[in-house]
């Protein structure tokens, strides 16, 4: 089955700026109604846009959320992630990073400390939660002693998590914010011409210039959201013709 992106604008009623989203016909499908996706923006005075879609992808309605801005400058990255947890914060931002649609379970505070460090380290970019858990693709608690599912490569983003420690708090921020945007770019530029040809994975990487370890982690993140495109993968240039 052919999953089909369609991707969005609208503008936030906040700050007048022109916002990006994606979402795909597997998720609204799944939802049979609206789905909330929220984008986290206007660094450094953020705040989040939380837009509901309907299964066309249509802008049915949206709220402002602007108490981000309050506590932004009380807590340091680092700190955030040692209240929450950085095995907790890898596995969320390596959903977001896969495309997943996400049901995070935590009191309201670490909900707000959780947005507050997603603001500071994925500068205006989107991402989806659900507010009912049979809508998520993946679901993440954020209390303390509970387990949480696997998510692919969550082990490469916790390695990001842990490389800056001993940076300046914007070294760091945006140390992250970079490595997370190049790997969410090429993402996209691999489902992009999965979506068009089959191709070979040595082709590929050439193509689009991306070392062994950046394919393996792009085909993991592949293989869990849009697993159909896998077989447009071939073993060599012959299996083309």
Not at 3 to 31: F, G, H, W
Not at 102 to 124: A, V
Not at 199 to 218: A, G, H, Y
Not at 226 to 241: G, T
Request: hydrophobic share 40%; with cysteine; glycine share 4%.
């Amino acid at each position: 089955m052919t999953v089909l992106q369609m991707r969005r604008s609208l503008i936030c009623p906040k700050c007048k700026k022109t916002l990006y989203y994606e979402i795909d016909d597997n998720s609204a499908m799944k939802s049979g109604g609206l789905i909330p996706i929220t984008i986290i923006h206007g660094y450094p005075d953020a705040h989040a846009l939380v837009v509901y879609v309907d299964t066309n992808g249509a802008n049915r309605g949206y709220e402002v959320i602007e108490n981000l801005v309050d506590l932004r400058s009380n807590f340091d990255a680092r700190e955030i992630l040692n209240i929450i947890g950085e095995k907790k914060i890898a596995k969320i931002i390596a959903s977001i990073v896969g495309g997943l649609t996400l049901y995070i379970e935590g009191d309201p505070e670490s909900i707000k400390l959780l947005h507050i460090f997603l603001s500071k380290i994925l500068k205006n970019q989107f991402f989806s939660l659900a507010d009912n858990e049979k809508l998520a693709d993946i679901k993440i608690s954020i209390i303390k002693k509970k387990n949480n599912p696997k998510v692919p490569g969550e082990k490469y983003i916790l390695s990001l998590l842990r490389k800056g420690r001993k940076m300046s708090e914007s070294g760091y921020v945006n140390m992250l914010n970079v490595e997370i945007s190049k790997l969410k770019t090429k993402i996209r530029k691999v489902i992009d011409v999965l979506e068009r040809r089959n191709i070979s994975k040595t082709e590929l990487m050439e193509e689009l210039e991306i070392n062994d370890r950046e394919f393996e982690l792009i085909i993991q993140f592949i293989k869990t959201k849009r697993p159909n495109l896998i077989k447009n993968l071939v073993d060599s240039l012959l299996d083309i013709l």
